[in-house]
């Protein structure tokens, strides 16, 4: 079930070459992510299409960078729909992306467990 939610092969990668950085790179990636999805909410909430664009678009990256594919592809929904300045739906694609950003942040919690702090 894990696999729809990150691409393991891309964490066992990560895994590889960071090697003895690899939690940290998790630590960073969840706690950024936090930021992130504030930004999202904030650029929402003053239906500021841009920064909204920008702050998806960031967290996009990240996400596919860390194998969360489902939610990268949730992050380039919301992109999209910002870069048409099209907001009423937003706050639903927000929600799904806080939703699988939970599932996400329990998985690599659980990845994260027992590696060196």
Known sequence: MSDI???HSVLS???DVM???FPV????FLADSAERLRQIRQANAASDSQALRLA???FKGSCS???ALELAGLCKQLEDMARRDQLSDAP???LLIEQEFLTVRGLLQEARRGLPH
Not at 25 to 28: A, E, R, V, Y
Request: charged content about 25%.
């Open 19 to 21: 090697e003895d950085e």
């Open 5 to 7: 939610h990150l691409d």
């Open 92 to 94: 639903g694609v927000i």
């Open 56 to 58: 998806a678009h960031s």
């Open 13 to 15: 990668a990560l895994r």
């Open 65 to 67: 960078n860390m194998g």
């Open 25 to 28: 790179l998790l630590d960073t």
